[in-house]
């Protein structure tokens, strides 16, 4: 069973750099699409940053010109670079992924358990 695992979440200054990453394991699969989600309190979970499996990237208007995304495609992951974080950037990070799954032709999305980052000085 395919499972999206994140980690580096947590509590950072505003300015400082925080790096978070997701694996996708389990099972035998391609991964397409990657990406990174948030989801604050009260509001809707929006775009951060996608990355697709030949490296085109896609930025969010909040987090453009701060944020980097990358991914290894041979160990199936993803990791974002936050930096200059600001308090707005608080917020329940999700990772998402489309996988191809063995012995199937299309794509499923999967979504990580989210983690948390807090921006307080």
């Known amino acids: 069973q395919v499972q999206l695992v994140e980690s580096g979440g947590g509590l950072v200054q505003p300015g400082e750099t925080l790096r978070l990453s997701c694996a996708a394991t389990?099972?035998?699969?391609?991964?397409?699409?990657m990406g990174w989600y948030r989801q604050a309190p009260g509001k809707q979970r929006e775009l951060v940053a996608t990355?697709?499996?030949?490296?085109?990237?896609n930025y969010g208007d909040a987090v453009q010109g701060r944020f980097v995304v990358f991914r290894d495609n041979a160990k199936n992951t993803i990791h974002l670079v936050m930096n200059k974080v600001k308090l707005e950037d608080t917020a329940v990070y999700y990772c998402?992924?489309?996988?191809?799954?063995?012995?199937?032709?299309?794509?499923?999305?999967?979504w990580g358990q989210g983690t948390q980052v807090t921006v307080s000085s």
């Open positions: 998402h992924a489309q996988i191809v799954n063995a012995g199937v032709t299309y794509a499923r999305g999967y």
């Open positions: 389990g099972g035998t699969f391609r991964v397409n699409d």
């Open positions: 990355v697709s499996r030949g490296d085109a990237r």
